[in-house]
């Protein structure tokens, strides 16, 4: 699976275009004031610090410790404590539970096998409370088709980043980042798998929710769907 190393720190550059209020509205129909989140992948700590604010117990779990350094400073500087941990959504073990687990932003798509998301939905099920629910998205059709060939190039006053992605074979994307900063040069490569939603079961679950790009169906064109499903006896 793939792990931010030297990106993290680049990271909110790449993502400051990204509307986390469209995942934030989402997830609220799915929550009470008293509700616990747990944000799995959950990068720099953007949508937790999100949830914080609008006074959600949250906290938050990354692979990445780079990351999870970020994130707890990003918390800092907005005076808010929320855990971060450092740890496989895959195989993870906190010694809690939680009413919410989310995982967002294509995360589900970093693992590539059957086996490795049978994994995180078993590691999921372990921390919910009983009837919990669990929020997240993976990449469409549509959109492994749309970033086969895509580029994204940006200039910062100190760095400029130039990411690549391409469809290396029928359903894996790679994605080669380059950024230059002076005369540091940073070079990584991630990769991301596409599952189709007839292949995904969910033992343990039963479904709640299926729909695109935030509406409430889902259909041929859209390039998130996003799954609500609630833990069973």
Request: charged content about 25%.
């Amino acid at each position: 699976m793939n792990e931010y190393k030297r990106f993290a720190y680049y990271y909110d550059d790449v993502y400051e275009e990204l509307d986390y209020t469209l995942w934030l509205d989402f997830i609220k129909p799915y929550l009470k004031p008293t509700s616990s989140i747990l944000d799995l992948a959950c990068g720099s700590g953007t949508l937790a610090i999100l949830l914080k604010l609008n006074h959600y117990s949250v906290e938050g779990l990354d692979l990445s410790e780079s990351i999870i350094e970020i994130a707890k400073e990003k918390a800092k500087m907005n005076h808010l404590h929320i855990p971060f941990y450092v740890g496989d959504m895959t195989n993870f073990t906190l010694d809690k539970t939680y009413d919410v687990i989310t995982c967002f932003f294509d995360s589900v798509n970093f693992l590539k096998t059957k086996d490795d998301i049978q994994n995180l939905l078993s590691s999921v099920n372990k921390h919910l409370n009983p009837n919990g629910i669990f929020i997240f998205d993976i990449f469409s059709k549509a959109l492994l088709e749309e970033y086969k060939h895509h580029r994204f190039k940006r200039k910062y006053p100190t760095h400029s980043i130039k990411w690549t992605t391409k469809k290396i074979d029928s359903s894996t994307l790679m994605h080669s980042i380059l950024i230059k900063e002076g005369k540091l040069k940073l070079e990584e490569n991630y990769f991301e798998y596409y599952h189709p939603l007839e292949s995904l079961t969910f033992p343990g679950f039963e479904v709640v929710k299926m729909c695109g790009d935030f509406k409430e169906s889902l259909q041929v064109q859209d390039e998130r769907i996003l799954i609500v499903l609630k833990k069973v006896a």
